[in-house]
C-alpha cells in the first residue's frame, strides 16, 4: 500500500508527482521532497517558497520540517532567507544527529556550506501584494495576518515508512524572526511508521498550543482511525482555545495511518486538501465543519478552474 495527503489545493500537481514515484515503489522522504519543491517552486502560491509573502520589513523568511517516521529523524529550519527549497535543506537537516533544528543566518550558513541554490524569493507580485495589503489594512480595518497557507504532507511508501513534511512563508506580515508551528515537531508535522503521521496548517501561535500533529499520532495509536483522531484533537482544542481565550485561530490538519487510510479536519469552511493512494488517483477535496463534524468532497471543475484563474489573475498595484 501507498499513499500522501496533502494540505490545500496547491499541492495538487506535487502530488500527483509524487504518486507517480510512489507507485513504482519509491521513496516516501524523495516522494514527499518532491512534491513540497514543486509547491515552493510555483511562483503563484503567496505562502510558499518563491513568490511567499514577506514580513514586515518585506523580507521572504521561510519555515519547513522534515521527519522519517521509521527513523524518528528529524530536521527543520526557520527564518531562513534566501535560499529556494526549504523543504530539502529541512530533510538533509535530518541526517544530522545533533544541530539538527537551525534558524536565520546558522540555517543560511549550514544551506551554503552544503551547495543548496540560492534564489531571491521575493517576487514582483508578492510585492505588489504586500503594497495592496499594507493599503486595505490601513484603510478597512482588515487584519493584516488573514490568508497563510503551510503546504504540510504525510506519506506512506511500499515499506510502510512514513514521512511528514511542511513548508511555508508562515504569517504575511509577521515580525521578522517569527516562527510558527510548521518547523516545530509535534506541532507543524509528526509521524510514527508503526502508527501514521499528521502535518497543521492554520495559525501556529494557535496549533502550537495543543502540539496538535503528535496529538494526532497519540489518537490513532490509541487505536482512532484518522478521521476520528483529526476531529477529536481539532474539535478538542478549538473548545480549549474558545474556553480559555475567547477565540481560536485557524486549524486545519491531516493525517494518515500505515495503512492508507486518511482524516481530516478543520474549524474553517473552505479548507480544500489533495490525496492519492494506491487505490484513488489523486483528488482535490474541498472540506467544511456541519453540525461540529468536517464533511468533505471532491471539489467541482468550476471551483479548480476558478481557483486557478484566481492564482494566476494579473496583480495591479492599488
Ligand atoms: N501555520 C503556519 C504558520 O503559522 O506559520
Known sequence: ?????????????????????????????????????????????????????????????????????????????????DFANPISIARRLSKEKVNCVLVGEGAEKFAHKEGFERKNMLTDRARIHYKNRVKEV????????????????????TTGKMVSATSTSGLFMKKQSRVGDSPIIGSGFYVDSKVGGASATGLG??????????????????????????????????????????????????AMNNKGEWGVATNIDGFSFVVATEKEAPVVYLAKVVDGH????????????????TRMAPVVEK
Open 294 to 309: 468536517t464533511v468533505h468532497e471532491p471539489a467541482s471543475q468550476e471551483w479548480l478552474d476558478e481557483y486557478m484563474r
Open 138 to 157: 490601513r484603510e478597512q480595518e482588515l487584519k493584516p495576518y488573514a490568508g497563510h497557507d503551510t503546504v504540510g504532507m504525510v506519506c506512506l511508501d
Open 205 to 254: 501561535e494557535d496549533l502550537m498550543k495543543g502540539c496538535i500533529s503528535y496529538e494526532i499520532v497519540r489518537l490513532m495509536k490509541s487505536g482512532m482511525h484518522p478521521q476520528e483522531a483529526c476531529e477529536k484533537a481539532v474539535h478538542d482544542l478549538d473548545q480549549e482555545l474558545k474556553e480559555r481565550r475567547g477565540q481560536a485561530g485557524d486549524l486545519s490538519l491531516i
Open 1 to 81: 500500500m501507498w499513499g500522501i495527503i496533502a494540505t490545500w489545493r496547491m499541492a495538487a500537481e506535487g502530488v500527483e508527482k509524487a504518486s507517480e514515484m510512489l507507485a513504482k515503489n519509491g521513496d516516501a522522504g524523495d516522494a514527499i521532497e518532491t512534491a513540497i519543491r514543486d509547491v515552493e517552486d510555483n511562483p503563484y502560491y503567496k505562502s510558499v517558497g518563491f513568490g511567499g509573502l514577506p514580513n514586515e520589513e518585506m523580507e521572504v523568511e521561510l519555515d519547513a520540517g522534515y521527519m522519517d517516521g521509521n527513523t524518528f529523524d528529524v530536521g527543520a529550519i526557520a527564518a531562513i532567507k
